[in-house]
Structure formats: C-alpha cells, structure tokens
C-alpha cells in the first residue's frame, strides 16, 4: 500500500523558516512526479510546488516563486518543500502528492497518491 507521510510543519513567525518532508514508502518512486498543495481554512486546496521525475524540472505557484524551494531525493524516496520568508497568508495544512503522469502538473486530478498532511501556521 502506497503511503506518503509528510512531516516538517509547525508554528512559526512571519519572515522565519519551514522544512517540509515527505517520505514515500511502497512506490518505485522515480516513476512518479511529486508536488506540494495545500489548504487554507474556508478555501479549496491549491497547487503549490511540482517537481520532475528526475528533478531537473520544478513549478510552483507564483505567489510563492522565490521564497519556496521543492526538491527530491529518489535515492531516499523523499521529497521537500523548503519554505523561507513565511507569510501569514502561507498558514495551511500542506499535502505532498504523487502523479505518474509525464511531466509537472499542477492539477489535483493528476495525482493518485496524497499524504495526510501536515500543518503549517505561520503567526504575524
């Protein structure tokens, strides 16, 4: 059974920093492109972060372009958010998700594996 745990959330202050962890357990995860979304309280989820199969490609919301940094390691079947300059507006639970689609998407539809989320709140 396929599982991705997400680890890494908790509460901080504006301008400070996040890691996000996702760990991948019963999936031949180089097949699989990953991506971070999340979820505000009252709001839909949104696409946050994707990253290629291998790595070489990312995408991400531009909201938080330049602040948050999605990478992997298929060595270790992890992948991270690092996210840096936290913003109230940042506060949310975050999925990892993983697609077998080709590419990067930023479609929830495209993505067959999610976690279970973990919390971030940022306070200002």
């Known amino acids: 059974q396929v599982q991705l745990v997400e680890s890494g959330g908790g509460l901080v202050q504006t301008g400070d920093s996040l890691r996000l962890s996702c760990a991948a357990s019963?999936?031949?995860?180089?097949?699989?492109?990953m991506g971070w979304f999340r979820q505000a309280p009252g709001k839909r989820r949104e696409f946050v972060a994707a990253i290629s199969r291998s790595g070489s490609s990312s995408y991400y919301l531009d909201s938080v372009k330049g602040r948050f940094t999605i990478s992997r390691d298929n060595a270790k079947n992890t992948v991270s958010l690092q996210m840096n300059s936290l913003k109230p507006e940042d506060t949310a639970v975050y999925y990892c998700a993983a697609s077998s689609r080709n590419g990067i998407s930023k479609e929830e539809s495209d993505y067959g594996y999610w976690g279970q989320g973990t919390q971030v709140t940022i306070s200002s």
């Open positions: 019963e999936i031949t995860f180089g097949a699989y492109s």
